[in-house]
């Protein structure tokens, strides 16, 4: 596939809807061509993406917070989301994408012990993008908003 994207002729009709190449990928068409993108990204995370966002929101608020082997710094993002002046429902959505059996950002997570925080983990190792990605498709607020994982929020945000 790689080969014929090089050709002239088909170089304007094919394209990788990202660049980024592991054995999983190689072995799978991942053109764009190929297939609609949710039918792609529901095999990608496991679940049928379009039911997700299907579904009506369940909060009025969603942050959602990627994040990939930060856990010394996802601490304080964390309290600054939990220390809103905003009193209607919000739920902070942490996407943990840590590399191999790095549990430190779930152990964050039960320590804070707050309900307001959804826990995800990402079925297999992604990209920045499609990081942030599977962590919008975990949210359920009517509004959503990324902060990262080393970012803050002031108090009046929401």
Not at 109 to 121: L, S, T, V
Not at 123 to 144: M, N, T, V, W
């Amino acid at each position: 596939m790689d080969e014929l994207c090089q050709t002239p002729l088909l170089q304007k009709q094919m394209g990788r809807l990202y660049n980024f190449q592991t054995d999983y990928y190689e072995c799978a068409l991942t053109f764009g061509w190929c297939g609609d993108y949710l039918s792609y990204v529901s095999e990608i995370y496991g679940f049928s993406v379009k039911e997700a966002i299907m579904q009506p929101a369940k909060c009025k608020f969603s942050i959602v917070i990627p994040a990939r082997n930060s856990a010394t710094t996802l601490f304080h993002p964390i309290k600054t989301c939990l220390e809103q002046t905003y009193k209607g429902s919000y739920e902070i959505v942490v996407s943990d994408n840590s590399t191999g059996g790095n549990a430190e950002i779930y152990s964050l997570c039960k320590e804070i012990n707050d309900p307001r925080i959804i826990y995800r983990k990402t079925p297999r190792d992604l990209q920045l993008c499609k990081s942030f990605e599977y962590a919008y498709l975990q949210a359920h607020g009517e509004y959503i908003f990324a902060l990262g994982s080393d970012d803050g929020l002031l108090p009046w945000a929401l």
